[in-house]
C-alpha cells in the first residue's frame, strides 16, 4: 500500500505589482486619508472659532436655554432646548417616513411591473434633488394652513395625550410640521438604501419561501425583511443624519423661540441649523462664536448618528 503527497499549493507570485494598481491603491488610500482630515479640520476649525465665546460664557452651554450672545459683558447662551428642539424634529421625521419608504421599496421591487417601478424610482429618486428652500416654501405655504383643521381634530380627540394637548396653533408652524416637511425630504435616501438591500436578496432564499407554500408577502416577512434589516437601519440613520443638519426648510416654518415643549401642536421648539440660519446675519460680538459653538454641537450629533449607521450596515454585512 502506498500513499501519495498531497498536492502542493502554488506559491503567490512573486512579481512586481503592476504600475496601475499602485496608483489605484495609493489613489484609494489617500482619499480616504483625505477625507478622515477633512474631519478633522472642520472639527478643529470650529472648537478654534467657537473658543472666546465658550470661555465667556456665564451659562451651562450645554443643558442652559438662555442665547444672549451679542453682548460683550456676561454672555449667556446654551444649546439645551436647541439640541431639544433637533432630535425631536429628526426623530418625527424618522417616524414618518421609514415606513413610508420601506412600503415604496418594497413596491418598487416585488410589486410594480417593470415599467411602472422603473418610473416610481425615478420620482423618488427626483425628490433628492429638490432644493430645500423649495421643501420650506411648500411647508410654509400649502402645507401648514392645510394641517391647521387637523391640528384642530387632533387636539379635540387627541387632547388627553401630552404630545396633542391643546390649544393648537392657528398657523401651525410648529414641530410637527416641520418633521413632516424633513420626512419628505428623507424619503429618498432610506427608499433608495432599502431598494438597493432588497434588490440583493439572494433569489433562493425567496424561491425557498415560495416552494414552501408562502405567499408574497409571507415570502417578504421571512427571507426579505430579514436579510435587508440592517440595510433599512443603516438608510434610516443617514436619513436621520439628513434630517439633524437641515437649515432652511426648518428656518422657513418654524418661528425662532428658544423653548423645551413636548407639545407637538404648539410653537416654541426649534433646531440647532434653524437657529443659525435665523441669528447668524444679525450675530455681533460673542454671537457669532456662539453660532459656531453650536454648529460644534451639531457637527458631533451628526457625525455619531452618520458613524452608528455606518457601523449598523457593516455589522449586519458581517452577520449575512
Not at 178 to 188: E, K, N, R, S
Not at 270 to 285: D, F
Amino acid at each position: 500500500m502506498t500513499t501519495t503527497d498531497a498536492p502542493k499549493a502554488a506559491p503567490p507570485p512573486t512579481g512586481k505589482r503592476r504600475m496601475g494598481d499602485v496608483v489605484f491603491a495609493g489613489t484609494a488610500r489617500g482619499s480616504g486619508i483625505l477625507i478622515l482630515l477633512i474631519l478633522a479640520g472642520v472639527a478643529a476649525f470650529l472648537i478654534v472659532q467657537a473658543w472666546p465665546s465658550l470661555a465667556a460664557n456665564t451659562a451651562n452651554f450645554l443643558t442652559s436655554q438662555e442665547w444672549e450672545a451679542n453682548v460683550r459683558e456676561s454672555p449667556a447662551f446654551g444649546v439645551g432646548a436647541l439640541a431639544f428642539g433637533t432630535v425631536l424634529a429628526a426623530a418625527i421625521a424618522l417616524l414618518l417616513a421609514t415606513p413610508v419608504a420601506i412600503g415604496i421599496a418594497l413596491f418598487i421591487v416585488y410589486y410594480a411591473p417593470r415599467r411602472l417601478a422603473s418610473l416610481l424610482g425615478y420620482l423618488v429618486d427626483l425628490l433628492a434633488a429638490i432644493p430645500s428652500v423649495v421643501y420650506g416654501l411648500w411647508g410654509i405655504g400649502f402645507l401648514a394652513p392645510q394641517l391647521v383643521p387637523v391640528y384642530e381634530g387632533m387636539t379635540r380627540y387627541l387632547g388627553w395625550i401630552p404630545l396633542f394637548a391643546g390649544p393648537a396653533s392657528t398657523s401651525a408652524r410648529t414641530i410637527l410640521t416641520a418633521g413632516v416637511v424633513l420626512a419628505v425630504m428623507i424619503l429618498p435616501i432610506i427608499t433608495a438604501m432599502s431598494r438597493d438591500v432588497f434588490h440583493q436578496v439572494p433569489q433562493g432564499h425567496r424561491e425557498a419561501a415560495l416552494a414552501m407554500g408562502a405567499t408574497r408577502w409571507e415570502m417578504i416577512r421571512l427571507a426579505v425583511l430579514p436579510f435587508g434589516k440592517s440595510g433599512i437601519v443603516g438608510g434610516a440613520m443617514l436619513g436621520m443624519g439628513r434630517a439633524l443638519g437641515e437649515t432652511m426648510a426648518v428656518a422657513m416654518i418654524l418661528s425662532p423661540s428658544l423653548a423645551v415643549s413636548w407639545n407637538l401642536l404648539q410653537s416654541g421648539n426649534q433646531t440647532i441649523a434653524g437657529h443659525i440660519a435665523l441669528q447668524y446675519p444679525e450675530a455681533t460680538g460673542y454671537g457669532v462664536s456662539a453660532l459656531i459653538a453650536a454648529g460644534l454641537v451639531l457637527f458631533a450629533i451628526t457625525l455619531v448618528v452618520n458613524m452608528g449607521a455606518r457601523y449598523v450596515v457593516a455589522r449586519g454585512n458581517k452577520e449575512s
